[in-house]
């Protein structure tokens, strides 16, 4: 069964400081991982792709990464702001079908405090 | 740009009553979807319209109906609704085939609550 976990659950840090947020996955055949963020109350918003051959991609400071070899992905935050108080969903897309063919998890919820 | 826009945003509903949710996309995408969001679990596919004219079942699909009325709007509909249907209902759109990045675009959720 494909799946996709999140880790940590929750995280609460200090503004300015910087954080990861992992994702593991057991989806297969893979075909991209999407990280998205749901403010409270809001619909999830993409904030970046990771295909196969990516490795790396940075979107202002969201920065994450894929090693398909283990089937890990992370986001790093680099000095957070009180905006990034959130949940971020990993969304893993199994090649061959359209948004049927997607496993999230579960989300790790975020909170930036002064 | 309205996006995905869904409607109620809000609902309180008894045992057995019944309901619509709407839901309309503006970006001119084939596919669209119904998802539900529970406490501690992932985002969970209830029914998707691949085209304009189809419909199919996902993972949670009893007790829902759907209808692909044209390209731009999608509903979900709930006949005789129960406490297990409490839960935050999502509506999104993706582009597929040209122009596809695979990037599903979400409405704001409609807040689902069965007393």
């Known amino acids: 069964k494909n799946q996709v976990e999140q880790s940590p659950q929750s995280l609460i840090i200090l503004e300015g400081k910087n954080c990861t947020l992992q994702?593991?996955?057991?989806?297969?055949?893979?075909?991209?991982l999407r990280w998205y963020k749901q403010d409270t109350g809001r619909g999830p918003v993409s904030l970046t792709i990771?295909?196969?051959?990516?490795n790396t991609k940075s979107n202002g400071r969201y920065t994450a990464t894929l090693d398909a070899d283990t089937k890990q992905s992370s986001l790093h935050i680099t000095a957070s702001q009180l905006s990034d108080s959130a949940s971020y969903i990993c969304v893993v897309s199994g090649r061959g079908g359209g948004g049927n063919k997607l496993t999230f998890g579960t989300g790790t919820q975020l909170k930036v405090e002064l | 740009n309205a996006g995905v826009t869904q409607t109620p945003k809000f609902q309180v509903l008894k045992t057995g009553q019944s309901m619509t949710l709407q839901c309309a996309q503006d970006m001119n995408h084939n596919s669209m979807y119904w998802y539900r969001q529970d406490p501690g679990m992932g985002l969970r596919l209830i029914y998707y319209?691949?085209?304009?004219?189809?419909?199919d079942k996902g993972e949670v699909p009893n007790g829902y109906n759907v209808s692909r009325l044209n390209k731009r709007e999608f509903s979900l509909r709930l006949e005789s609704a129960a406490p297990s249907q409490t839960s935050v209902y999502f509506c999104?759109?993706?582009?597929?085939?040209?122009?596809?990045?695979?990037?599903?675009?979400f409405g704001e959720g409609s807040r689902l609550t069965v007393l």
């Open positions: 999104a759109s993706r582009a597929t085939g040209t122009g596809d990045t695979g990037e599903l675009f």
């Open positions: 319209s691949a085209s304009e004219g189809t419909t």
């Open positions: 990771m295909t196969f051959s990516e």
């Open positions: 994702c593991n996955y057991t989806v297969s055949p893979f075909s991209n």
